[in-house]
C-alpha cells in the first residue's frame, strides 16, 4: 500500500526547517524552487515564507504575467508569475506550486507564483558558475554537485526592478 502524501505535515515541517534555520547561521542556507525549467535559490532571511496557492483574484487591464491579488491572513499581496515573467509561460496550475513571499522588511507585499519547492539547499556544497546570471536582479549562478543550474534570486533587486512593478498591460498602438 502507498504511503499518502500529507500536504499539510509537509508545509508545517517546511515552515520549521525554515524558522529553525533562521536562528542559526544561515549564510549558505537558502530555499530552493522551480519556475519555468529554471531551478532557483533566495536566501532563507529574504523570504517571510512558502504557502500553497490560495485563490487569486485576476486585476483586468494587467500583464499576463501578472496573476492578481491573494488575500493572505487579512493582508493582499500583489502575485506574479515568475516563470511567464521570465517569458518561459504560464505556470500550469497544479498541487506542486507555491507562492514564495519575500519577507516583510521589503516593505511590499509581493508573492511569486512558482512551479514547486525543492526544499533548502546548501550553497557552500555549490560551485559559483563566472558566467554572469541571466537575469538583472539574479544575484550569481551555482552549479551543484550533478552538475545542475541555479540561479539566486535576489529580491531587493527584484522588487525596485521598474518592469517588474509596472503590472499595467500595455497597449500595442
Known sequence: MSKKFNLREFQTNLSRQIQAAATRDNSSSRLGFRAGSINWLVPLGDTEEVIPVPLIVPVPGSRRWFRGIANIRGN??????????IGQGVTPEHADCRLVIPHHDFG????????????????????ILSEPAHYSWAARKYADDSGNEWQELDFSLLLNDNFFMQVEAQLNS
Open 76 to 85: 493582499l499581496y500583489a502575485v506574479s508569475d515568475l516563470a511567464d515573467f
Open 108 to 127: 511590499i507585499n509581493a508573492a511569486l507564483l512558482v512551479r514547486s519547492t525543492l526544499g533548502l539547499k546548501n550553497i557552500g556544497q555549490y560551485s
